[in-house]
């Protein structure tokens, strides 16, 4: 369970204001369309004082029409009626639809900026926070982002207008009776308040918890076979209800909290009609206002309450999406721990040499990974890495393109440190094949073409000719355009590490990397993908991390790692006669084979 959200409070630093959140969101987001935006501002001013004019127009109904009987009254004041209705129906179906494109647009770019950002981070990163934290993000937190935003822009303008026009009708008719109706309000504003900030903490816990259900989703699917195979589905299904249901009861907390305004308002708005009809009464009892005048006070005051509510909710959905925004904007804002140097240098060779000088790495400051790790890798030779699991074979690998920076010593390609040179233009002369296999839900040609997006059809089936991988895809149901499924559902594990290389073979950079890279094949395809790698390797510089120590036995050198550091360094025969850690993990091998 340590693995899902609870139903806490989380513990983070204070707040953003909500009016520093609404200020980024108007200035970085609403500003690019700001004519489109006051286009709707204008028509929802048009709604708003139809609204107000209606409630003017029961002054003539019945002082004029009802009581004094004018009947040249009746048709103008009818047409009147029927006029402002149709033009605040036009009005607001115009103010919606221009506002609400607004709104999805602003939504739509601040989803775009989120995915684009999540791209330029490094692998650290992604190590912190799960898949299915940052697909909440981008999917869950900005739905809820999107429906404060488009139901806020579009019923804050409208409400707010509203209650304007019918405010100033108010006072026209009695400013007075006007002030005494509204003194109450501002108190309900602090309470209006108050209920924001519960809502806002309890939205971030909402969004906290619906990321721990994508991972745990994201994660069961991955292993679903494994799952089966070991009989967990209702230990899984145990750990998925915990989260539905701290979902759950989060979300009826919300809509408690934020319902409780309408008993509320009920009750205050009731009093306070209570009075003003009481008031009206012995006004018109008195003589001092015409029945047409307080039942256009009276119009105004009720057409008023309800922009009131809706306003008094626009808060709740507000608040739930700046709790949301910030969410958001606190992904927005993290920043990549790997920059390229001012003025970074160009890499552009096709041999390269590549020397490790006294490299240190950790992952945290208490313990290091590497340390200490000094030598040489020729072009057009293969240096083997090797060792026990765990004594930094993987990490190595990934200090080359710079996935992390060394923590001490450095890295160079011909002399070159590689943290002076651009990150794009030295992967660009680095090919990859791990053993965790990346295969996109993608046609066969497009993931093999994933290696270099410029090459041609006739290359993409040459690179997969040399893979071993062209008679197995054109057996496939569509040949090279069958769709594979996520994460190559449709492909055995073989055929997966075959486009993988053949994905390498059509980079043809200068610098290989092959982690695993003939792990997962059988015998047959190994073969035939060892002759692959050796027309490959040719005038490359190769790093091969292999557990079956005979794929390496003719690597040009070997290097032994454990816990971080080269105890050993030599080729196949040198390092059996020498009789350490290589030749028992080697004569290991032969006994359990």
């Not at 041999?351 to 208490?366: G, M």
């Not at 990490?395 to 920076?405: A, E, H, K, S, V």
């Not at 590689?418 to 993608?442: C, G, K, M, P, Y």
């Not at 062209?470 to 075959?498: C, P």
């Amino acid at each position: 369970m340590a693995l899902l959200g609870r139903n806490k409070k989380i513990n983070e630093k204070p707040a953003a204001m909500t009016l520093d959140l609404v200020k980024r969101l108007m200035r970085d987001y609403l500003f690019p369309y700001k004519f489109k935006a006051l286009g709707a501002l204008f028509f929802m001013a048009v709604a708003a004082a139809m609204t107000a004019m209606t409630a003017a127009l029961m002054q003539p109904v019945l002082d004029d029409v009802l009581y004094n009987g004018k009947k040249e009254y009746i048709i103008p004041v009818a047409l009147g009626f029927a006029g402002a209705f149709a033009v605040r129906g036009i009005s607001t179906y115009l103010h919606t639809v221009m506002m609400s494109r607004v709104g999805h647009s602003i939504v739509a770019d601040i989803q775009n900026q989120l995915f684009s950002h999540f791209l330029t981070l490094d692998l650290a990163f992604y190590y912190k926070h799960t898949s299915g934290e940052l697909i909440s993000r981008v999917i869950n937190d900005v739905s809820v982002l999107r429906a404060a935003v488009t139901n806020t822009l579009t019923g804050f303008g409208k409400n707010l207008l509203t209650l304007v026009f019918l405010i100033g009708l108010m006072f026209v008719r009695d400013w007075k009776l006007t002030l005494a109706a509204f003194i109450v309000f501002p108190l309900l504003a602090v309470f209006v308040i108050y209920l924001g900030k519960k809502l806002r903490m309890l939205s971030k816990n909402i969004q906290s918890e619906l990321g721990g259900l994508s991972g745990l989703l994201s994660q069961t699917f991955r292993g679903i076979r494994l799952v089966k195979a070991y009989r967990m589905e209702k230990y899984e299904e145990k750990k998925g209800a915990y989260v539905v249901h701290s979902v759950r009861d989060l979300n009826i907390k919300s809509v408690q909290i934020s319902s409780i305004s309408t008993p509320v308002n009920e009750v205050i708005v009731g009093l306070i009609f209570a009075a003003i009809i009481i008031y009206g009464g012995y006004q018109v009892s008195a003589g001092n206002t015409t029945p047409g005048q307080l039942a256009s006070f009276i119009a105004a005051f009720t057409l008023a309450y309800e922009p009131m509510k809706k306003l008094a909710k626009l808060n709740s959905t507000l608040q739930m999406g700046l709790g949301a925004s910030e969410r958001v904007f606190s992904m927005l804002d993290s920043q990549r721990e790997i920059h390229d140097r001012p003025n970074a240098i160009t890499l552009d060779t096709r041999r390269a040499e590549i020397v490790f000088d006294n490299v240190s790495f950790a992952y945290n400051p208490d313990t290091l990974a590497l340390s200490g790790v000094s030598f040489v890798a020729q072009p057009d030779k293969v240096t083997a890495l090797v060792g026990p699991s765990g004594g930094g074979k993987s990490t190595l690998i990934n200090l080359i393109p710079r996935f992390y920076d060394v923590s001490g010593g450095a890295i160079s390609i011909n002399g070159q440190d590689i943290r002076d040179l651009s990150q794009s233009s030295l992967r660009e002369h680095i090919a990859l094949v791990s053993q965790d296999i990346t295969i996109f839900n993608d046609s066969v040609i497009e993931n093999i073409r994933y290696g270099n997006p410029d090459a041609s059809t006739q290359a993409v089936y040459d690179a997969a000719r040399a893979a071993a991988a062209h008679e197995f895809i054109l057996d496939l149901e569509d040949g090279y355009d069958t769709v594979v499924g996520e994460n190559g559902a449709k492909l055995s594990g073989g055929q997966k590490q075959r486009i993988s290389i053949a994905r390498a073979i059509l980079c043809d950079a200068p610098v290989l990397l092959l982690d695993e890279a003939t792990s997962a094949l059988d015998n047959e395809s190994e073969q035939l993908v060892q002759e692959a790698l050796k027309i490959l390797q040719k005038g490359r510089t190769t790093f091969v991390i292999a557990h079956r120590l005979s794929t390496i036995q003719e690597a040009d050198q070997i290097i032994v790692l454990d816990r971080g550091q080269i105890v050993e360094e030599g080729n196949h025969l040198s390092l059996l006669d020498r009789g350490g850690l290589y030749a028992q993990m080697y004569n290991a091998g032969i006994k359990h084979s």
